[in-house]
């Protein structure tokens, strides 16, 4: 048997073999593997880590039961997997978990059945279940090779079923109104938007150092972690030009500070109720009009992808169909007169 000399370890002896066991005040758990290997040092590792978010712990904060959902949450952020998520997808996967611990934080996970798992999808919208069960499956997925459970009660639940939310296309009347004297507050955002096809976090939080004069640079998609650079056509570069470059950022609320998006959001659908514009006029849109305008000149799903950073070509060959429908349509038809089917 190999030297142990690790905090908290017990070893023990019965019917003439050793056991260890991570024993910290009140909590006793036995450690898996042959003492001394990399099965046990993991193990151990996991029930140290178990023990430590607990001793870190407010003192009015719930206990933290090990084998729990609220254990396996701690011991999840603080893995190396955690650490290597965006910030937005770390709170996103907070969003969904952390609501349930008051409620659910100590029940065992290696109980937890699968209907457990389709009431709280049940519970919540289609879009919100989805993610809900894509949190969950990862979650189970990694404790399975770390002894947490054995099989993920997640297996086989299928996504609810939705139709995703539509943005639709700008007309160039709505972007004549939102880029007009009566939206001076979001013009540059707008144009911004529709001439690199960015999404609203990644155009807010554009720093001037990104724009050369020629070209824009999004070093990192806050979404895909993509780099896109994007040459700017006269329209945003005079816009670029003529501002006033108050902050680091480019796009500033009126008293020179960075946008938050939710403010940036509220302003956004103010003015477009004060220039008489439809609800589903959506700044997400400006994303879908960027990518349209392309398809329509003529570019390529790759060509379109290269400027809004889009992984997946599909998103974008929607585009592009739906732009050309009609050349494509007439185009099938004019086959079809061409080839008719000879008669049986």
Known sequence: ?????????????????????????????????????SEFLAAYRDAHTQAEAQARTAPDAPKVVPGTLRA???SYKTSSEWKALKRLTQ????QMIEPLLPRFGDAPISDMPPKWIQRRMDEMAPPRAN????????LLNWSIPRGWIKTSPATGIKRAKHK??????????????????????????VLLALHTGQRLGDVLRLPWSAYDGT???????????????VPVMAELRAALDAAERRAVVICTRRDGHAWKADHFKKVFAATRAAL????????????????????EAGCSPHEIAAVTGHKSLSMVSRYTT?????????????????NPRKPL
């Open 215 to 229: 070209a824009i640079t999004v070093a990192a998609q806050s979404k895909t972690g993509v780099r896109v650079v």
């Open 91 to 94: 709170v996103g996967y907070a």
């Open 72 to 74: 396996l949450w701690l």
């Open 131 to 138: 993610h809900f069960l894509a949190v969950m499956r990862l």
């Open 276 to 295: 008489g514009m439809p609800a589903d006029l959506h700044f997400h849109g400006l994303r879908h009009s960027a990518a349209a305008r392309m398809a």
């Open 322 to 338: 739906q732009t050309r429908q009609e050349e494509l349509a007439s185009a099938a038809i004019t086959r079809l007169k061409n």
């Open 164 to 189: 995703p939310k539509s943005y639709r296309i700008w007309t160039d009347a709505e972007v004549a109104a939102m880029t007009g004297p009566g939206a001076a507050l979001i013009m540059l955002p």
């Open 1 to 37: 048997m190999a030297k142990i000399d690790l905090p908290y370890v017990q070893i023990c002896r019965a019917k003439g073999r050793s056991y260890a066991y991570y024993r910290r005040g009140a909590l006793r758990t036995r450690i898996d593997g042959e003492i001394g290997s």
